[in-house]
């Protein structure tokens, strides 16, 4: 993927996140038929899967048939973006959806990385709300023209590395923002809360013009303004242990 | 030539610049003078005439009401007008020629049916609302409910529920005047307490007109007179008055307690037994009665609502409004400079309480405030429900598509923090159709009638 280039498929609709449909959890959830015996159903289908699976396992690396422990997005996450304009500063904050999936190590002390986890990050841009009164619907309105919200509804971001430093971590990852694909790198922290829930949390700057967003400049009454490239996001995100399918 | 970045990352074409690029602006130089010219930007964007978001609307009833209901949403460039109904086959192909693009169809359901049409305006004949409304919901439809949203308390009650369990879509009811710019600008300065001690309040409506429509057809004549129906009609106070009853009542931030009526056939004396002219008391919890009265037969006066403080009055008439003070009342300054009117009527000069009307504006008379104050409210309570509507339904969609489907009490939540913009909800105008259904039942058997605190409970 170029840096730079709007990449994605411009009709794409809102689709209901992909895991967040009960078949494909159920499907994520299969290798652990072969990796944990403890799990296996006696049913005539199931025996016939595991051989089916196990030869399949065989195939694939030692990595990869680890069981990872999946942790899913729950509302309360949320995400906020300060930036600055020529009137005053401004804000709006959003919530976030998405996954993870932890291998055990990480999972049982969220220090010890061996394996980078798998995390996918989307932002509804319909849902950042901008905290300003009056006027918030209007300048949400301005935001999603400028993001190209009619084209790319969401915003994404893939977790490529991560890394332990000064007790936190720094996550090195893709995020998409109207398109465009920028590598970014920014601390987080994992913390566990009670009822098998992490909250990952973390803070960065990056630039409009970097996702080629032109920074808008409405105007209102007759008065111009101009909003600042620079962008400040910090997001709280909140996630649950998914239970395994019955 | 060498282009400045500022921090804005915008070019800032200097006046040095301006001059080494220009020749004549050399001369100019070289003449003394010295043009100034504002810093060059990139056009704005230009918000109003953005369109953000469409919402696929039906139409259902289309009388008087919903053709003017037609009408204003045809002028919103939010509004797709996909579908337009009506049982009677006349009413339909006057409103499919208003709404060219739309599909035409005589039962409701049809257009129910339609999985592309998110929201549904009601403008029935009140005693077909119900119906009407719970199908709707039952279909996933946004709904706006026409007011008085129901001829009885039963229906007004089952509409609520109905309304207040659908937690996916948005309601909203027919008092318009809820989303008038005007009263909403008005609504801070009574509820601040401007006008002192609020002692009384008194509202009429005055119109000559027969509310009788005549049709070649006996059956569809009956239909079409569904107003002077005593079996189905709220009659005056449930048509007219409940509008002037909603306004007073969320400007005092009081319920009524009690209403004593009085209502008879005075003029149009053509077998109806619906009232044409009325009065009503409504009294309310602060002990302020409301002295309201209404006719048929007598257009002086046209429409007037007013509330009398021991401070200051308020004077609300044709989308406009005027206070005037007590010469004890303490000065608040602001209405120094606001723009004073001569009413004549009265022989009192009014301090305009209107958005902008202050005496530099007048002076200037870019008319902005008069403007606001001349659109209906009917404009802006379609704008707001267009509005609204898409932000309940973007706000579910993203919910669905980010979080768990099954998590309602989550989902619940997302909903209920949805920014509105304002307008009558499904509270507001069930309570409002209710005092009116008991303020005619008041006039009807001339007496008083008690309104239970249950009576406003959905």
Redesign the interface.
């Known amino acids: 993927m170029r840096e730079g280039v709007p990449t994605g498929t411009p009709s794409r609709r809102?689709?209901?996140?992909l895991s967040?449909r009960p078949e494909f959890q159920k499907k994520q959830n299969k290798p652990n038929i072969v990796t944990l015996p403890g799990n296996m159903k006696t049913n005539f289908m199931t025996k016939h899967l595991t051989l089916a699976l196990a030869l399949a396992g065989a195939a694939l690396s030692a990595h990869a048939a680890e069981a990872l422990v999946k942790y899913?997005?729950?509302?309360?996450s949320s995400v906020k973006m300060e930036g600055t304009s020529?009137v005053h500063d401004w804000t709006t904050i959003g919530?976030?959806?998405?996954s993870m999936e932890l291998d055990a190590a990480f999972e049982a002390d969220l220090k010890t990385v061996k394996q980078t986890p798998k995390v996918a990050i989307?932002i509804?841009v319909?849902?950042l709300?901008s905290q300003v009164t009056p006027g918030?619907?209007?300048m949400?309105?301005?935001m999603?023209?400028?993001m190209n919200f009619k084209q790319f509804q969401r915003i994404e971001y893939k977790l490529d590395e991560l890394t332990p430093k000064d007790g936190k971590f720094e996550a090195k990852g893709a995020l998409t923002v109207a398109g465009v694909t920028k590598t970014i790198v920014m601390p987080v922290t994992f913390e566990r809360l009670p009822g098998d829930k992490i909250k990952v949390a973390g803070s960065t700057s990056v630039k409009m013009?970097d996702f080629s967003i032109?920074?808008?400049?409405?105007?209102?009454a007759g008065v111009?303004i101009?909003?600042?490239?620079e962008v400040k996001l910090t997001f709280e995100w909140l996630t649950a242990k998914v239970k395994a399918a019955q | 030539m060498e282009k400045k970045i500022n921090?804005?990352?915008?070019s800032d074409l200097n006046r040095r610049d301006f001059l080494r690029g220009s020749s004549l602006a050399g001369l100019m130089g070289m003449l003394g003078g010295v043009q100034l010219i504002a810093p060059k930007?990139?056009k704005?964007?230009?918000?109003d005439a953005?369109v953000?978001f469409t919402v696929k609307v039906g139409v259902i009833g289309l009388g008087t009401r919903g053709r003017d209901i037609l009408a204003t949403l045809g002028q919103q460039k939010e509004a797709i007008i996909a579908g337009v109904c009506d049982n009677y086959a006349a009413s339909l192909k006057r409103g499919a020629k208003a709404a060219p693009d739309a599909k035409a169809v005589e039962d409701y359901k049809a257009l129910l049916d339609d999985k592309e049409i998110k929201a549904v305006v009601i403008a029935t004949p009140t005693q077909a609302h119900k119906e009407i409304t719970l199908a709707a919901l039952q279909a996933g439809k946004h709904v706006y409910v026409d007011a008085p949203i129901a001829h009885t308390v039963e229906d007004a009650r089952a509409i609520a529920k109905a309304a207040v369990a659908a937690k996916k879509q948005y309601v909203q009811t027919g008092f318009d005047g809820r989303s008038h710019p005007q009263n909403l600008f008005m609504y801070p300065f009574i509820r601040a307490g401007t006008m002192g001690k609020i002692i009384s309040a008194r509202g009429h409506w005055h119109k000559k007109i027969s509310w009788r429509f005549s049709s070649p057809n006996p059956d569809r004549e009956k239909d079409l007179n569904w107003r002077l129906n005593k079996e189905v009609s709220t009659g005056l106070v449930g048509e007219i008055g409940s509008h002037q009853f909603d306004r007073l009542g969320w400007m005092m931030g009081q319920r009524p307690t009690a209403v004593t009526g009085y209502g008879r056939v005075m003029f149009w004396n053509d077998g109806r037994e619906v009232p044409d002219t009325i009065q009503a008391l409504v009294e309310y919890e602060g002990g302020v009665a409301l002295n309201y009265d209404a006719t048929l037969a007598s257009s002086f006066e046209g429409e007037t609502d007013a509330l009398y403080g021991s401070d200051a009055t308020v004077l609300m008439r044709d989308s406009k409004a005027w206070m005037f003070k007590e010469v004890d009342a303490p000065l608040l300054g602001w209405e120094v400079y606001a723009r004073k009117d001569n009413l004549s009527l009265y022989n009192e000069t009014g301090i305009a309480l209107m958005a902008n009307a202050s005496k530099q504006k007048a002076l200037t008379a870019t008319g902005d405030a008069e403007s606001a104050a001349a659109d209906t409210a009917l404009k802006y309570a379609m704008k707001n429900f267009l509005?609204n509507v898409n932000e309940v339904s973007?706000?579910v969609?993203?919910?669905?598509?980010?979080?768990?489907?099954n998590?309602t009490k989550?989902?619940e939540?997302?909903v209920s923090e949805i920014?509105k913009?304002p307008a009558a909800s499904i509270v507001d105008g069930y309570q409002s159709t209710v005092v009116a259904i008991k303020a005619n039942e008041a006039i009807l058997k001339g007496g008083r009638v008690e309104l239970h605190k249950d009576l406003f409970t959905i």
């Not at chain 1, 899913?72 to 309360?76: D, N």
């Not at chain 1, 032109?214 to 209102?220: D, I, L, V």
């Not at chain 1, 101009?226 to 490239?229: E, H, P, W, Y």
């Not at chain 2, 969609?397 to 489907?405: G, I, M, Q």
């Open positions: 809102i689709q209901p996140h967040n899913q997005s729950q509302p309360g020529t919530i976030i959806g998405g989307v509804p319909r849902q709300k918030g619907p209007k949400d309105q301005v999603q023209e400028h013009s032109k920074p808008p400049n409405p105007e209102f111009g101009k909003t600042g490239d | 921090k804005l990352g915008e930007v990139a704005a964007v230009d918000v953005m953000a509005f973007a706000g969609e993203d919910f669905l598509a980010t979080f768990d489907p998590d989550a989902l939540k997302h920014k913009m």
